[in-house]
């Protein structure tokens, strides 16, 4: 619902809008696109690659009426982290507003909002909170839609009605309250970036294959690449009857032969070495 808010904001600016795609959830913001009929083009690359700086300062180049981008900071079908920083530089370069899926990043990584038009997070993942809260960043004055957006998906509306616009369950909100105030950011932070070294090194000695490299992944996803003679499902089922549940029954993931490790929960290291040795099994058992 975040991402279809964005969407709405999109379609009351003027001119054309780039979007980019990496993975599911880049593709996905092309469907909303395409759904509230935005005025875009795509760049869309192959799961799991970088996008191309210069290749994206071309496409501007040839198609002189872009006037925003809209790409996923993490995209967590892959654990691909794209360039931010680069892609908001050529942003300011072709004074250009720049919008984003946080998702999956908000609470996982230090990310800085200050020159991002819209960007969209949830109440669980990194922020720790029961899933159910769609949050919406702006540091602008809202666009009035004059009644082109539904309601539900109007930004400025919820700004400008007094009071509360639609009944919302004050137990998420007071939830969400109570993991901020609990929140050390700092430490959360430090943890994720030491567990996803130790993590990335046992893995890779059990003999795991990650999808991306270190320097483009989200500390915080792993995406494994298991071979074709093993199922992916046969591996999430066993670990899954050890007591760990991994992301491994999405159709995108199945359909790819991947599974994911996400570690957005308060792990400790004791958890995390229960795991790999859960892991380490469950590969020997299906490659029998």
Not at 34 to 50: A, E, S
Not at 54 to 60: E, F, H, M, S, T
Request: net charge positive.
């Amino acid at each position: 619902m975040a991402n279809d808010v964005i969407a709405g904001q999109l379609s009351l600016l003027p001119g054309k809008g780039l979007i980019l795609s990496n993975g599911e959830f880049g593709d996905r913001l092309i469907d909303h696109a395409k759904r509230i009929k935005l005025n875009f083009i795509k760049y869309q690359l192959t799961w799991g690659k970088p996008f191309d700086l210069d290749r994206i300062r071309k496409i501007l180049r040839w198609r002189k009426r872009i006037r925003w981008i809209w790409m996923v900071h993490c995209e967590t079908s892959t654990g691909m982290l794209n360039n931010l920083e680069g892609i908001t530089q050529i942003c300011k370069e072709n004074n250009l507003l720049l919008s984003i899926d946080g998702i999956s990043t908000i609470g996982n990584i230090h990310v800085n909002l200050s020159d991002i038009y819209l960007a969209s997070c949830v109440s669980g993942k990194g922020l720790e909170s029961i899933a159910g809260l769609a949050l919406i960043f702006y540091n602008h004055d809202v666009i009035q839609s004059n009644k082109q957006l539904p309601r539900y998906f109007d930004l400025n509306y919820y700004i400008h009605t007094e009071g509360v616009p639609f009944t919302i369950s004050s137990n998420l909100v007071m939830a969400l309250n109570t993991s901020l105030k609990n929140l050390d950011i700092i430490n959360r932070l430090s943890q994720i970036q030491d567990n996803s070294k130790w993590v990335r090194s046992r893995l890779e000695k059990i003999g795991y294959k990650i999808l991306v490299d270190e320097k483009y992944c989200l500390p915080s996803v792993f995406t494994l690449v298991i071979p074709r003679h093993i199922q992916s499902t046969a591996i999430g089922d066993y670990v899954k009857a050890n007591g760990f549940l991994l992301s491994y029954q999405s159709s995108y993931l199945i359909e790819r032969n991947w599974v994911q490790i996400c570690m957005m929960g308060n792990l400790t290291r004791t958890m995390l070495e229960n795991l790999l040795n859960v892991m380490e099994k469950a590969l020997k058992e299906a490659g029998n």
